[in-house]
């Protein structure tokens, strides 16, 4: 039997040159930590549980913390922040690293979306190296980025066909400084940040291990991220990414509970006209609320009427065996979510 060329081997193992990354999936750590505007709050993942009704087996949570950073108000997630003093916010970090990985060196970060610029970006042909559309998506961004393209760091995801006439990339471009801020707040407590993500990428890995977002459930599904201090939608079309939104909500509309839904209520409106009027939509089968800032039964309301679908909350309990007596209702496991996505690592 011959042996198979060097060449066949590098192809099968997804090293071959081209614009997708390697197929060879890295060993995520099983503790995430997600800093927000006003809490830090970070999961560990152990031993594996038995699905319901035959399903796939779930991970357990073994270990979860939350910590308040007392003036957070300050803190930036868009530029270096221009907090004086980050104590607070260090001893957040080393409050519920102590109590959920108190040994764990790998560890997994989780931002809000406003830290980053996402979009989703269409080629007329497919690039030949991922160098190449690195070079193109930072061609395309250089005049809508809030900061200099040079002081980006820049990741993205082939999402169409590569044998279409056309081809989508997800692009993520996040300032340097920014991202280096954070990092250097773990690794300063001997954590090793291998993997820094966004909220709602997260939410959406969690929903994809239960068929959410992908696998044999087809049609048009919604993700909505009603975080602290912005609202992000996202819409999936069989399974794949088609509509990315990020709106930071300013503080005259979250002064009151009205504003806020208002606010929240405007913002879907937009997103809905945009899936009718551009994306040929034919209507949602199901959205998906994750809520941290609203009144839970306000915003599932306003989430259904504009969707014109069901709206269901978001539900951890479904991906993961939460610990004894754990409400998945319980506005802790909605802070705790974009954490345990990332311990989860994006399914295969």
């Known amino acids: 039997m011959p042996l198979p060329s060097w060449e066949s081997v590098v192809q099968r193992l997804g090293l071959a040159p081209g614009p997708r990354p390697a197929r060879l999936r890295p060993r995520l750590p099983s503790t995430a930590a997600h800093v927000s ?6 999961v560990r993942l152990g031993g594996s549980a038995p699905g319901k009704r035959g399903s796939a087996e779930r991970p357990r949570v073994v270990a979860h913390a939350e910590a308040e950073i007392p ?41 809000p979306d406003p830290a980053a610029r996402v979009s989703l970006l269409r080629f007329g042909r497919l690039p030949a190296t991922r160098q190449e559309v690195a070079d193109l998506i930072r061609f395309r961004m250089q005049k809508v980025l809030p900061f200099r393209v040079e002081e980006a760091s820049l ?14 990339f997800l692009a993520v471009l996040i300032q340097r400084p920014v991202l280096f801020q954070f990092e250097r707040l773990f690794s300063a407590r001997d954590r090793i940040p291998g993997l820094v993500d966004l909220e709602s990428f997260n939410l959406a890995n969690l929903l994809a291990r239960t068929g959410g977002t992908d696998g044999e459930e087809a049609g048009d599904r919604a993700l909505v ?9 996202l819409y999936f079309r069989n399974g794949l990414l088609n509509f990315y939104r990020c709106k930071p909500l300013a503080e005259e509309e979250r002064a009151l509970p009205e ?19 551009h994306l040929a939509g034919a209507g949602f089968s199901e959205a998906v609320v994750r809520v941290v800032e609203g009144d839970p039964a306000v915003v599932l309301g306003i989430v259904q009427e504009e969707m014109g679908c069901r709206a269901r909350p978001l539900d951890p309990s479904r991906a993961a065996v939460l610990p004894a007596g754990a409400d998945p209702a319980d506005p802790r496991w909605q802070r705790l979510a974009p954490a345990l996505g990332a311990a989860m690592g994006r399914p295969a």
Do not use: K, W
């Open 37 to 42: 505007a006003g809490h830090v709050s970070a």
């Open 259 to 277: 504003r806020l839904h208002g606010a929240l209520r405007r913002e879907m409106a937009s997103c809905a006209a945009y899936y009718r009027e």
């Open 225 to 233: 991220n009603a975080a602290s201090g912005y609202l992000t939608v």
């Open 155 to 168: 990741d993205f995801q082939l999402l169409s066909d590569a044998d279409g006439e056309e081809t989508e």
């Open 71 to 111: 003036g957070a108000a300050s803190l930036s997630f868009t530029g270096p922040s221009q907090l004086l003093d980050l104590t607070p916010l260090s001893r957040a970090i080393e409050s519920v690293l102590a109590t959920v990985a108190p040994r764990e060196s790998r560890i997994s970060v989780v931002l």
